[in-house]
T-cell receptor, first 112, second 113 residues
């Protein structure tokens, strides 16, 4: 069963615009992670945010976590055509010893 | 490091045949995960191992599915007999103690006709 649910399911923007994807989850977590999947490829880890963190940055990526609302958001700033992919959030109940549970993803299309 | 390596990349087989998917972990990683991805159900966790020991196989659809980890660097997922509804992309991923996320392989696209 899905622990995380991404919103929206699909997002289309122009190059240079920002893209925001949201994730909601159901149970308490140790950390939440975001992954990217290009068509026909495996998933690539983007960023991990722990339950005691509220915000994290990595390059053009900004992730927030609100444990009281059981939600997270991924912001991609100044998007590029190469950012076109599916983005998944995944939750870990513990750091080690349990597996990640993935949502169904947000499909992002960035047109030039 | 070449990353997580899966083979074969594509497999087409007839219903009833045995299928074996292979995965080589990243050196030093101690956790191994098998996922299945379909349009309808998304990414489903099938089974995972910590230090070569199966921890949770509750996601394995039925007894037709089995997974082994004979050593610290290699795992197989076997489907016997295969059915058309098993058609999906199967991913393995590895990590070290769950830190820094998972590294995924490129997947095996299985088609059962």
């Amino acid at each position: 069963s899905q622990q995380g649910e991404e919103d929206p399911q699909a997002l289309s923007i122009q190059e240079g615009e920002n893209a925001t994807m949201n994730c909601s989850y159901k149970t308490s977590i140790n950390n939440l992670q975001w992954y990217r999947q290009n068509s026909g490829r495996g998933l690539v880890h983007l960023i991990l945010i722990r339950s005691n963190e509220r915000e994290k940055h990595s390059g053009r990526l900004r992730v927030t976590l609100d444990t009281s609302k059981k939600s997270s958001s991924l912001l991609i700033t100044a998007s590029r055509a190469a950012d076109t992919a599916s983005y998944f959030c995944a939750t870990a109940l513990n750091q080690a010893g349990t597996a990640l549970i993935f949502g169904k993803g947000t499909t992002l299309s960035v047109s030039s | 490091d070449a990353g997580v390596i899966q083979s074969p990349r594509h497999e087409v087989t007839e219903m009833g045949q045995e299928v074996t998917l292979r995965c080589k972990l990243i050196s030093g990683h101690n956790s191994l995960f098998w996922y299945r991805q379909t349009m309808m159900r998304g990414l489903e966790l099938l089974i995972y191992f910590n230090n070569n020991v199966p921890i949770d196989d509750s996601g394995m659809p039925e007894d037709r599915f089995s997974a082994k980890m004979p050593n610290a660097s290699f795992s197989t997922l076997k489907i016997q007999p295969s059915e058309p509804r098993d058609s999906a992309v199967y991913f393995c991923a590895s990590s070290y103690l769950g830190r820094d996320g998972y590294t995924f392989g490129s997947g095996t696209r299985l088609t059962v006709v």
